[in-house]
């Protein structure tokens, strides 16, 4: 496995504000360019056997997932096509297609996690008006 080395001052990695970028990744400051290599050779062993596993948690919210019902879908167009015309099928199955059968969130529905954790600030508090119970009619 690898481990991401992010250069990018003031950039916010992908889904780093939903997924712990630090536990993942190593992230060198661009003025840091020249030394990235003694950066990376201080990290302990321990250390990047620890980010491996946490890539090998986190890869699939990276990868959009949806794209194996894409490809059936044109895969079955293409049959119906070459059968219509008298032909054999030559559909070719699309690389990487064996990982798009997973189960776990993928980029899509960590898009989905990240914009329902905004939607508390897209809105104006809610203030409710002040009355007094007293004075309420049913």
């Given at each position: 496995?690898c ?7 003031g ?33 302990p062993?321990?250390?990047?056997q620890a ?36 032909g ?51």
């Amino acid at each position: 496995g690898c481990v991401p080395v992010i250069i990018m001052d003031g950039v916010q990695a992908v889904w780093e504000s939903l997924l712990r970028a630090e536990h993942y990744s190593i992230r060198v400051a661009e003025k840091d360019l020249d030394k990235v290599i003694d950066i990376v050779s201080a990290i302990p062993e321990a250390t990047w056997q620890a980010m491996r596993a946490n890539v090998a948690r986190v890869w699939q919210r990276f990868r959009w997932g949806g794209l194996k019902a894409i490809e059936d879908q044109r895969a079955l167009h293409w049959d119906e096509h070459m059968t219509a015309q008298g032909g054999a099928s030559v559909a070719k199955q699309a690389a990487g297609r064996q990982f798009a059968t997973t189960t776990t969130d993928d980029a899509f529905s960590t898009l989905m996690q990240w914009l329902y954790a905004r939607i508390p600030h897209t809105r104006k508090p809610v203030e409710l008006p002040k009355t007094n119970p007293t004075t309420w009619t049913w």
